[in-house]
C-alpha cells in the first residue's frame, strides 16, 4: 500500500559529504512530516533531523550546522545533506514519514535503512 525507500548511503571519508533521499510511495493522501533517524551499534535510534507540513525543522544538537534537511513535496521525497562528516557520525540512518493514506488513516512509515560509514 505504502512504501518509503531511502538511498544515498556509503563509505567516506572524515570531511566529506553525502546526500540522503528518501520516497514514499503508494496510495498516499498527504506527507505531513518526515524525519531521519540513525542508529550507531549499540545505540539505540535517535532523531537526526525533521521537517513538519509548514517547513520547520529541528535538528540534534550534534549535526547543527553540518547537516540540512529538506522536502520536495510534489515528489513525496525527502532529503539529507550531510557535510563534514565525521566517523561519529557513523550509523544506519532510516527515513520516518508521517502521512495520510487514501483511506486518510494517519501513520509513521519507515525505511529500510542505509548505510553510512565515515572513516578517519
Known amino acids: 500500500q505504502v512504501q518509503v525507500v531511502e538511498s544515498g548511503g556509503g563509505l567516506v571519508q572524515a570531511g566529506g559529504s553525502l546526500r540522503l533521499s528518501c520516497v514514499a510511495s503508494?496510495?498516499?493522501?498527504?506527507?505531513?512530516?518526515m524525519g531521519w533517524y540513525r542508529q550507531a551499534p549499540g545505540k539505540e535510534r535517535e532523531l537526526v533531523a525533521s521537517m513538519n507540513s509548514r517547513g520547520t525543522t529541528n535538528y540534534a544538537d550534534s549535526v547543527k550546522g553540518r547537516f540540512t534537511i529538506s522536502r520536495d513535496s510534489a515528489k513525496n521525497a525527502g532529503y539529507l545533506q550531510m557535510n563534514s562528516l565525521k566517523p561519529e557520525d557513523t550509523a544506519v540512518y532510516y527515513c520516518n514519514a508521517n502521512l495520510l493514506d487514501s483511506m486518510r488513516y494517519r501513520r509513521d512509515y519507515w525505511g529500510q535503512g542505509t548505510q553510512v560509514t565515515v572513516s578517519s
Open positions: 503508494g496510495s498516499i493522501f498527504s506527507v505531513n512530516a
